[in-house]
């Protein structure tokens, strides 16, 4: 037999073993030899040389398990996988939920992500079909978006685009007369449903960067010549003081909520496990944290209505009057 024809066996076997065999599926010698004959159509080889190619394959790296049933028959499997179910499930889950993503591209990504397993296992992730809600009428701008900004900030060149928003007319509308925003990229990161580029701004001082900016939002993005010195700055920290991604200056707030479960859960929920929260007087709670002072902010506290009274900064305590006031003007009109 020619080197060739036998590597070509080797191969079809090795693939064999990665799409339908695993921790629960076994496979004999009869049903390997019968899988790749159906694999490499004209294929004779025997039992015999299976257990060659096994041992080959051994031999390479490749584990194979082998397993005895109380009559004595031989069963393999290979069983090393580079994802376990439930990380298949971490890189699943988010793309089906992902809006902006095309039903199709979704199909195309999960059948990429299948091919990490076994056929089995593949068989038990969901399915794109049933997640019918994608907000996709920008999908291919934002795909080219990634892309470019991706490679910006690797190779730390500043990046220019125009920034805008819908208007009621649902027509897009540039901000600052299409003024081209040049911008020094740090971070994509994906929050509440859309991807942020988080950079500095050439035009404004370390006092108000760096900022955010919704790539769906963005138009004629580029990268440009000009390379940076990125500056040290906690992303982590950035993105957990922003509310619903609102730019602002940070300040320490102090909230007294109703010592109710489902408020308490959604403050741990924004803003994390050790958070300072203690116990206050006549069922409540008090939440010490550090926040970007913002219309997220005040949306996201004005969100639990009675249930939450700001202590402090004065500035936040007014500006949540200032805001509760219009509301009330706004029934009674």
């Not at 025997?46 to 584990?63: P, Q």
């Not at 003081?241 to 010592?259: C, K, P």
Request: glycine share 4%; proline share 2%.
């Amino acid at each position: 037999m020619s080197e060739v024809k036998a590597g070509l066996r080797l191969l079809a076997l090795r693939d064999i073993f990665l799409r339908d065999t695993g921790e629960n599926s076994e496979l004999s010698i009869k049903e390997l030899v019968d899988k790749l004959a159906i694999a490499i159509p004209g294929c004779t080889a025997d039992k015999k040389a299976l257990k060659r190619y096994i041992n080959t394959l051994r031999e390479s790296g490749f584990d194979i398990i082998e397993n005895e049933d109380k009559y004595g028959k031989k069963y393999y499997s290979h069983q090393v996988r580079l994802f376990e179910t439930y990380q298949l499930r971490l890189l699943v889950d988010p793309i089906l939920s992902a809006r902006f993503i095309t039903t199709e591209e979704k199909k195309t990504i999960i059948n990429n992500v299948k091919k990490l397993t076994s056929e089995k296992t593949a068989k038990t992730l969901p399915d794109p079909i049933n997640y019918e809600q994608s907000i996709n009428h920008d999908y291919q701008r934002i795909k080219h978006h990634i892309d470019e900004i991706h490679h910006a900030i690797y190779e730390r060149r500043m990046i220019t685009f125009q920034y805008g928003d819908v208007d009621i007319s649902k027509k897009f509308k540039y901000r600052h007369d299409s003024e081209l925003y040049h911008i020094k990229p740090y971070a994509l990161i994906w929050e509440s449903n859309f991807y942020y580029l988080i950079g500095e701004d050439i035009k404004y001082g370390d006092e108000k960067n760096p900022r955010n900016y919704r790539l769906d939002r963005m138009r004629n993005v580029l990268i440009t010549d000009k390379s940076f010195i990125r500056n040290q700055i906690d992303i982590s920290n950035y993105v957990q003081n922003s509310i619903h991604m609102f730019g602002g200056q940070d300040e320490w707030i102090t909230l007294r909520f109703s010592l109710k479960q489902d408020v308490l859960n959604g403050v741990i929920d924004k803003f994390g496990i050790y958070a300072d929260i203690r116990k206050g007087e006549n069922e409540t709670f008090l939440l010490k944290a550090k926040a970007k002072l913002s219309k997220g902010l005040i949306a996201w506290i004005m969100g639990w209505g009675s249930q939450v009274k700001v202590l402090s900064p004065v500035s936040l305590v007014n500006d949540i009057k200032a805001e509760t006031k219009k509301m009330i003007e706004a029934y009674n009109e």
